[in-house]
């Protein structure tokens, strides 16, 4: 399946004037979809299957839905068919689509890690990236950064600002762990997922709930929206 990710990035090159990638890009798990026709919608602007990118921009763009409102989260973000029982967001794109998106917004993220050295590594590495989340309100459209969706238990206020880590989740035995497991955004420790978060107490899955003065309805839709930072450099 490894044509197909480098097909994929030829043809946003082609479209967009760029110069073809070399085939560093990661091969694409068995089971992922592929069926889902890349195409160009406006300048710079691209959609895979639920995901929309944008070059200029530097971000990915794709629906989700409120899943929980309230209580202990371990993810703010997976697909419909990963850890419901657990995340803040849902979302039917598929992992691989996001995946690919990043990459050809010029994410590395670390998906060749070794299976061993990523068990023993309490660090994730990766592309610094900035969440955002926006829904319709009674009064407007509302948008917040998607750490402030989240409260800390232990400090009593809401999870601090900043970037989320672009780590990519990593291929085991021809397999794309991220669209096996469902998981997109994690806020404990998570290399299956492809976003995780920085932050201190990331390894306490008591430790934060959805923020439930601002998190609206469960089943409002939403869009969340991943911006790939200036710097994109490789955190140790």
Not at 83 to 97: G, I, N, R
Not at 130 to 135: C, L, Q, T
Not at 156 to 175: Q, R
Request: glycine letters at 8%.
């Amino acid at each position: 399946m490894r044509w197909f990710a480098l097909w994929l990035a030829v043809a946003v090159c082609r479209a967009t004037g760029a110069d073809a990638p070399t085939p560093a890009v990661p091969p694409a798990p068995a089971n992922a979809p592929t069926n889902a026709p890349l195409k160009q919608i406006g300048p710079g602007l691209f959609q895979l299957g639920e995901v929309q990118f944008n070059k200029n921009d530097k971000t990915v763009t794709f629906p989700a839905r409120v899943n929980m409102n309230e209580g202990l989260i371990e993810y703010l973000l997976v697909s419909t068919a990963g850890k419901t029982h657990e995340s803040l967001l849902l979302t039917q794109a598929e992992p691989y689509h996001i995946h690919l998106a990043m990459l050809l917004l010029g994410a590395k993220g670390t998906p060749t890690m070794p299976a061993e050295q990523r068990a023993q590594t309490k660090t994730v590495r990766g592309d610094e990236i900035a969440i955002h989340v926006s829904w319709a309100g009674k009064d407007g459209k509302k948008s917040y950064a998607g750490e402030e969706l989240i409260f800390n238990l232990q400090s009593k206020v809401p999870m601090s600002a900043g970037h989320w880590t672009y780590n990519g989740s990593w291929i085991f035995e021809g397999t794309f762990i991220a669209q096996r497991e469902r998981s997109i955004v994690s806020i404990i420790h998570d290399h299956d997922a492809l976003v995780n978060n920085p932050r201190p107490g990331r390894e306490d899955d008591e430790l934060w709930q959805a923020r439930k003065e601002i998190v609206p309805a469960v089943g409002t839709p939403v869009e969340v929206t991943l911006k790939l930072q200036p710097t994109r450099a490789i955190k140790q």
